[in-house]
């Protein structure tokens, strides 16, 4: 028994090194190393990208974890933290009040501790204008650093001073940015920020006061998930860890398209090595049909068989896959310099995620799309030695193509780890596979009949008969092509379109000044100054405070929810809105916009998601001590990062209308519009401005960053791309031989069959383009509405690229695959085919 496995195993490993020797498999090979190559290539460049774009998101936090608290934070926390040598930072804030001589201020009082920001950099002028610049710094004791607005509204100067509870400070710099501030409506109070250690002397901390503790820590990745372990298991109530997600929702919505954009650029990489895999896996299947046969006629059995194919296949693949592996990390290296210039960053170590992805890819790719013609091979009967037509029928190969497609699948679902993504992308290629199969099937059956009415035209006619006489290797040919077209002109679609219609959901005009706290005697004033000043009819929205009290008539209050996120909402006051019309940044995701006649509500689909509320629900809201009971009418889709002043709860406007309100409005200040804002201030001094052109700038950042490694990520899959196209005019290598030999002998001279060659590769290299270009759109399409949530901005140019790429295409690695079938000997051709 030991005896007969050592010789499959040789017979598996002599069987290896005979088709490496003879050239059967090198095409295979070479398509699996470049395989596996663009796999980890865009594996490793995009996880690195990703991981750097990550990192530096926490400057957005000020540090790579922060802990918020409504009270102090206990020592043990701050001990763990260090034993696990991880750096802390500490920050207090709080609402107050500041003066100067006769003018007062409500202030965002923030008092830092050394070693703050962790991450990101907090950039300080010596102006009220001026850009600023690092430091690391504490602010010295007696000094307070201020936003500029600051100094309008108590009108002094730098090295000013005012009254900070009983301390009197002196403004030594001004806040030009300030990384970790956030959208939460206790930051839209100017900024005023001093020393930890100079806030006892304000006596401003009292019994009672509302005081947000936070702890930042930063440093190794592993001691940062260890301490947010230790952390989740000793939380305890009133106690949050900040995140990207609940503190800058704007930022996390940038960041998640960009981690799409990285995964469709590896998941497309996979669907052109699948392509590229499946077509030599076919002509490797196709020549070795004979021998195969012979094998039988001596004596293998299936199981013999299939143990020696198996053994060969699964050394060839864990050879490649290597290979692949390490050409993928050699390529990235040189990349790594060109991706870091261009995000102006340096890019952490690389991981052995996607060395391990691009294995795994290798051999499921292999061995999945190679199963099919596998199976195939072992059903080869003994009588294809006499009889070319014997062979297994089609249906006992449709379980081993179950088999691959659900490798494919898996594949992806682990390159991506996004369901809905996978299963746009997987849908779309096999959708399009069969649909590209029926229209292929019926463009050639129409080829066949224009070949009767071609008079006057040998070449032509030539071309389309061949076309029609291979139906079947025409129609794989034609959908091979179109799939690899499909997949290169979704690349560029998703280059330009999708990329232009995401940077166009952050136009250059979007809001970047907030004002609230308006009056409703002053709304009209307040109006009347923003359209003297150029900004055309400016919104102001009622903003009103209300408090969450029962759901469907039962009581709701913290306890009533397990997830921190519900605790907190039904722990707090909202604010809630009312209007006509349902905002521009909304969209109707559930129900029916509110009826005016109504008391009703439209919630935000992840408030209502959270707490459990459902269309048809009735909320009761507590509103300056007064019962508001309103029906669930509609849940809405909000776009966070549109910088519009949006709200969780829409009311119809009977519901709200004896409530106290103030209005808020955003709008878009041109850098030189700084005069505006301070002569709003001027005029209503109870106004707040809240400037979030940095949060946007950041924003604009994190975007332009990954448009910049998408695009250079699209190059390298391009190239691999190229791979299918000569992969599927080389595996009609054979059998165009025959046929030329054939036409040959039958008198057909070389310059028609060379001029039939040319006109069928382009008539074929047209009809892939038209079929691609209606695939690509149609993914793209979905892709956009679906998976990145975006109207996508179509045009014309796919349909006009792909004919021309495809003719092109078609032509150049007809040339190239095809070189030497017409200089071939007739009687060559014909002996081998014998």
Not at 2 to 19: C, E, H, K, Q
Not at 106 to 131: C, F, I, M, N
Not at 445 to 459: D, Q
Not at 489 to 501: E, P
Request: include cysteine.
């Amino acid at each position: 028994m030991r005896s007969s496995r050592l010789s499959n195993i040789w017979l598996g490993v002599r069987a290896l090194r005979r088709d490496w020797h003879s050239g059967e498999i090198r095409l295979l090979a070479l398509a699996l190393v470049i395989a596996v190559a663009a796999v980890t290539s865009v594996g490793f460049l995009s996880d690195r990208v990703g991981r750097a774009l990550e990192r530096d998101s926490a400057q957005m936090l000020g540090g790579d974890l922060a802990l918020q608290a409504d009270e102090p934070i206990p020592a043990d926390f701050i001990e763990r933290a260090r034993a696990l040598r991880l750096d802390t930072a500490r920050t207090l804030q709080f609402p107050s009040m500041v003066s100067s001589g006769e003018q007062s201020q409500l202030v965002s009082l923030k008092a830092v501790s050394e070693g703050y920001p962790l991450r990101g950099e907090l950039r300080l002028s010596d102006t009220a204008a001026g850009k600023g610049e690092p430091l690391r710094l504490l602010p010295q004791p007696g000094t307070v650093w201020v936003d500029a607005q600051v100094l309008g509204l108590l009108g002094i100067p730098v090295g000013g001073t005012m009254a900070v509870g009983d301390a009197t400070m002196k403004v030594a710099r001004v806040i030009a940015y300030e990384p970790d501030r956030g959208m939460q409506f206790v930051n839209v109070a100017p900024r005023v920020m001093l020393a930890l250690d100079d806030l006892p002397a304000t006596g401003l901390l009292a019994p009672g006061s509302r005081v947000s503790y936070q702890l930042l820590v930063a440093g190794a990745p592993d001691a940062v998930g260890a301490y947010k372990r230790w952390l989740d298991a000793h939380m305890k109530r009133g106690q949050k860890l900040s995140s990207l997600e609940t503190n800058r929702p704007e930022v996390q919505r940038a960041l998640d398209r960009a981690h799409q954009f990285l995964v469709l650029v590896a998941l497309l990489t996979v669907m052109i090595a699948a392509v590229a895999v499946a077509l030599a896996a076919r002509r490797f299947s196709l020549r070795h049909q004979d021998g195969i046969a012979i094998m039988r006629c001596l004596g293998a059995g299936k199981s013999q068989l299939t143990i020696m194919l198996w053994l060969e296949f699964l050394l060839l693949a864990l050879i490649a896959s290597a290979a692949g592996a390490l050409a993928g990390f050699a390529v990235h290296q040189g990349l790594v310099a060109v991706v870091a210039a261009w995000l102006d960053t340096s890019l952490p170590a690389a991981s052995w995620q996607p060395a391990l992805q691009g294995l795994v890819a290798g051999l499921l790719l292999l061995l999945g799309f190679a199963l099919p013609p596998l199976a195939a091979l072992r059903q080869v009967p003994p009588a294809r030695v006499l009889r070319r037509d014997a062979s297994m029928t089609l249906a006992r190969r449709w379980p081993a193509y179950g088999l691959g497609v659900a490798a494919f699948f898996l594949l992806i679902v682990w390159i991506s780890g996004d369901m809905r993504l996978s299963l746009v992308i997987s849908a779309g290629f096999l959708g399009a596979f069969f649909i590209f199969a029926a229209l292929a099937y019926l463009l050639v059956r129409a080829l066949g009949f224009m070949r009767y009415r071609v008079n006057g035209h040998p070449a032509l006619r030539f071309a389309l008969a061949g076309m029609a006489r291979r139906r079947g290797l025409t129609v794989t040919q034609l959908c091979s092509l179109a799939m690899g077209l499909m997949i290169l002109l979704l690349l560029a679609i998703t280059r330009s379109d999708l990329l232009q219609s995401w940077q166009s959901t952050l136009p250059p005009d979007a809001p970047n000044t907030f004002l609230i706290n308006i009056q409703p005697d002053q709304r009209q004033a307040v109006a009347a100054r923003l359209e003297r000043a150029g900004i055309r009819d400016p919104l102001l929205s009622p903003m009103v405070r209300g408090r969450l009290l029962a759901i469907n008539q039962q009581a709701v209050n913290p306890d009533s929810y397990t997830e921190d996120r519900a605790r907190r909402l039904v722990d707090r006051e909202f604010n809630l809105s009312y209007t006509d019309t349902l905002p521009a940044s909304n969209e109707i995701a559930q129900g029916r916009w509110l009826d005016p006649a109504k008391a009703e509500v439209s919630l935000e689909s992840g408030l209502a998601k959270a707490l459990g509320i459902h269309l048809r629900d009735r909320l009761t809201f507590d509103v300056a001590g007064r019962a508001v009971e309103v029906v669930v009418s509609s849940v809405r889709a909000v776009k966070w990062d549109s910088f519009q002043a949006n709200f969780f709860a829409i009311m119809s406007p009977i519901a709200l209308k004896d409530a106290p309100a103030t209005f808020i409005t955003s709008m878009h200040v041109p850098a030189a519009g700084h005069a505006l804002t301070q002569d709003l201030v001027r005029a209503f001094p109870n106004l707040t401005v809240f400037d979030v052109g940095s949060i946007l700038g950041q924003v604009q950042r994190v975007l332009d960053q990954v448009v910049q490694a998408v695009q250079l990520l699209f190059l390298f899959t391009v190239a691999a791309g190229i791979l299918v196209l000569g992969a599927a005019l080389f595996s009609t290598r054979d059998e165009r031989m025959h046929e030329v030999a054939v036409l040959r002998a039958l008198g057909a001279s070389g310059r028609q069959l060379a001029a039939a060659m040319r006109i069928e590769l382009l008539v074929l290299g047209a009809m892939a383009g038209l079929l691609a270009a209606f695939g690509a759109v149609a993914i793209a399409w979905v892709l956009a509405d679906q998976v990145f949530d975006f109207t996508l901005a179509l045009s014309w140019w796919p349909w006009l690229v792909g004919v021309a790429a495809g003719m092109l295409a078609s032509a150049a690695g007809g040339h190239m695959a095809l070189a030497g079938v017409l200089k071939t000997p007739p009687l060559v051709s014909l002996r081998e085919a014998a």
